[in-house]
T-cell receptor, first 110, second 114 residues
């Protein structure tokens, strides 16, 4: 079983829509969780950390469910500029215990 | 502040050739990483370093070598290029290996082996 699994999409949504992505992880010892954004042919960039209590940054909300071992990212009022691939990242202890999901591709349509 | 800089951005190699992908960071980060990303796949860790003089293998180290003589530089060496090494390579750094420290990525090197 993969360490981190994501629905690859693509998700095609109209501007203004709300869209949610889930990411599941297999190891209950996982400690930290992040969402990265990767534009086409560009490097990944940190979007937001995911805290146990859930956290929000503008139109973006991240949540963690340790019991079910998944994290989610909710994007409200989608903009064209939100079109990208969203990578889920899970970290266990140690520098080599960082795992990337394959990413979920989002396209926001005018 | 340049962040993480990778060179070259693109390269085409013949099978059996060797080359070094350069990575340098100016953020005084202790931890540095090399990843490869194949089309439609997640990033796979090749090698990482927790400080100058210290390197260790990641998930997919075969066919690669690294060195870390300074805090700033972390070059990745391909000795005998193979078609399976065609990929996009990303270098990243972080201040520490603590689980809550995000990684900063370079722009990537697109490498094709023909």
């Amino acid at each position: 079983r993969k360490e981190v699994e994501q629905d690859p999409g693509p998700f095609n949504v109209p501007e203004g829509a709300t869209v949610a992505f889930n990411c599941t992880y297999s190891n209950s010892a996982s400690q930290s969780f992040f969402w990265y954004r990767q534009d086409c042919r560009k490097e990944p960039k940190l979007l937001m950390s995911v805290y146990s209590s859930g956290n929000e940054d503008g139109r973006f909300t991240a949540q963690l469910n340790r019991a079910s071992q998944y994290i989610s990212l909710l994007i409200r009022d989608s903009k064209l500029s939100d079109s990208a691939t969203y990578l889920c990242v899970v970290i266990r202890t140690g520098a080599n215990n960082l795992f990337f999901g394959t990413g979920t591709r989002l396209t926001v349509i005018p | 502040n340049a962040g993480v800089t990778q060179t070259p951005k693109f390269r085409i190699l013949k099978i059996g050739q060797s080359m070094t992908l350069q990575c340098t960071q100016d953020m005084n980060h202790n931890y540095m990483y090399w990843y490869r990303q194949d089309p439609g796949m997640g990033l796979k860790l090749i090698y990482y370093s927790v400080g100058a003089g210290i390197t260790d293998k990641g998930e997919v180290p075969n066919g690669y070598n690294v060195s870390r003589s300074t805090t700033e530089d972390f070059p990745l060496r391909l000795e005998l290029a193979a078609p399976s090494q065609t990929s996009v390579y990303f270098c990243a750094s972080s201040y520490s290996g603590r689980a809550d420290q995000p990684q900063h990525f370079g722009d990537g090197t697109r490498l094709s082996i023909l």
